[in-house]
């Protein structure tokens, strides 16, 4: 700086130049300083990660920790309020629904609730129709349904048929264009569903756009491109078939009244905490590994966008609708929302590490990663079992909670497994 300055004192012919140069360098240490302080206040909400070795008398106790005990459960609502333990979660196609899925799958594991269950698929209640006594297992008279999270296409009436009043309702969207891309290419190379099939490999989805009749199925349900989100959660079919928002906007103040929540695929994050904080559960209970994703190069232009407006109007109607929602809700959490987003993410990735480190090298599963209490959760372990349950897909989960509620649907070469801890 001062040499800068003495040049300025000689060269006064040039002294506009050097002017500007000090007052640029003066902002560039200004907004460093700012910068630096701003990244140690946001690194001061992080607490001390610890990954521990437990001995042979002390793991037991930590590899029971999924079965969550009274003593912690205490402790907890001192932290916050009583956990929400009555959820149905609607699972719409290709929104991240799956990871999702998976989040209440073990949520409901761990506290050996009832969930509802398909009756002949793994993991699909029904991709035409809502709940019925045939679609689903049946539990005993004396109990009571406590969650749901697969495939079914929502119907209020009926939801309350099998779930409790105070049962709170999650869904979630997705930008309908990246929803449709993603539809096509899975349903179309990973199950070869027919209609798709047809398509050519090279660009598919400006053939579909532009030649809907030639192949859409007839009925709207067997689709899974055309406005599939606005199908699942169980839009009128009039609205299908219409522009006029004052026709659609009732419909979706009504499934605004009726879902504390949608979640956003592209603020995934956001959606999970905001979730958290909603249902008063521990970040611990949203941790997650991404399920059910594929890697493809979808050809398509923006004519494609455009022309997908037109085809599933409704899901734009959709998904702009509980977008703006959203954000309304996210406004009214305060200003240790976002700081609570990053530190979620952190741990995220931590964990996942931990778990993948854990996977690779058996000598170290009996280390358990540890996150001390601080203004974001209570105490945290994650140990070898809790990362298998991170790393089951929904099938998988699907098939643990149908055995366990239903020991006799146990196939024959699995029973040898009934006492296995963790199992009962």
Same mark, same amino acid.
Request: glycine share 2%; hydrophobic share 35%.
């Given at each position: 700086m001062?040499?800068?300055?003495?040049l300025y004192l000689k060269g006064r012919r040039h002294k506009t130049f050097w002017g500007v140069s000090i007052f640029v360098m003066v902002t560039i240490l200004m907004y460093q300083q700012l910068h630096t302080n701003a990244c140690e206040r946001s690194q001061s909400v992080i607490r001390d990660w610890n990954i521990i070795s437990v001995g042979d008398g002390e793991e037991s106790q930590y590899n029971n920790f999924s079965l969550i005990s009274d003593s912690f459960l205490a402790s907890r609502r001192q932290f916050m309020k009583e956990e929400v333990r009555h959820v149905a979660f609607l699972k719409v196609h290709k929104t991240g629904s799956s990871t999702v899925t998976s989040i209440i799958q073990r949520f409901g594991w761990e506290r050996r609730l009832n969930l509802i269950?398909?009756?002949?698929?793994?993991?699909?209640?029904?991709?035409?129709?809502?709940?019925?006594?045939?679609?689903?297992?049946h539990i005993n008279k004396e109990e009571t349904f406590d969650m749901i999270c697969n495939h079914v296409i929502y119907n209020r009436e009926t939801f309350q048929k099998y779930l409790p009043e105070d049962t709170v309702y999650i869904g979630i969207v997705r930008d309908p264009f990246d929803q449709f891309v993603s539809s096509l290419y899975y349903y179309k190379y990973r199950w070869s569903v027919p209609y798709l099939a047809r398509l050519p490999t090279t660009y598919s989805i400006k053939h579909l756009l532009e030649n809907p009749n030639q192949y859409e199925p007839k009925v709207l349900q067997e689709s899974f491109t055309k406005s599939r989100m606005s199908v699942d959660f169980g839009l009128p079919r009039e609205l299908f078939y219409t522009t006029d928002r004052n026709t659609i906007l009732p419909y979706l103040r009504k499934l605004r009244s009726e879902f504390k929540l949608v979640m956003? !695929?592209?603020?995934?994050?956001?959606? @999970?905490?905001?979730?958290?904080?909603?249902?008063?559960? &521990?970040i611990r209970d949203i941790l997650y590994i991404r399920k059910n994703t594929s890697k493809y190069v979808p050809m398509k232009s923006f004519r494609d966008r455009y022309l997908h407006k037109q085809h599933s109007f409704l899901d734009y109607c959709l998904y702009n609708f509980f977008v703006r929602i959203f954000w309304r809700q996210v406004r009214q959490q305060g200003e240790d929302f976002h700081a609570e987003v990053s530190y979620f993410r952190q741990m995220r990735h931590a964990v996942e590490d931990f778990c993948v480190d854990v996977e690779k090298n058996s000598a170290k599963r009996t280390k358990v990663f540890e996150a001390k209490e601080n203004e974001f959760h209570s105490n945290i372990i994650v140990n070898s079992?809790?990362?298998?349950?991170?790393?089951?897909?929904?099938?998988?989960?699907?098939?643990?909670? !149908?055995?366990?509620?239903?020991?006799? @649907?146990?196939?024959?070469?699995?029973?040898?497994?009934? &006492?296995?801890?963790?199992?009962?």
């Open positions: 001062p040499s800068l300055y003495m269950l398909p009756n002949s698929s793994p993991n699909l209640i029904s991709q035409n129709e809502s709940i019925t006594d045939t679609n689903i297992l956003i !695929k592209e603020y995934f994050d956001e959606s @999970l905490v905001l979730l958290r904080r909603i249902l008063n559960w &521990n079992d809790y990362c298998e349950l991170l790393a089951l897909d929904e099938v998988e989960f699907s098939n643990r909670l !149908k055995w366990r509620q239903f020991p006799h @649907l146990r196939p024959f070469g699995n029973r040898k497994r009934i &006492n296995r801890k963790g199992w009962q």
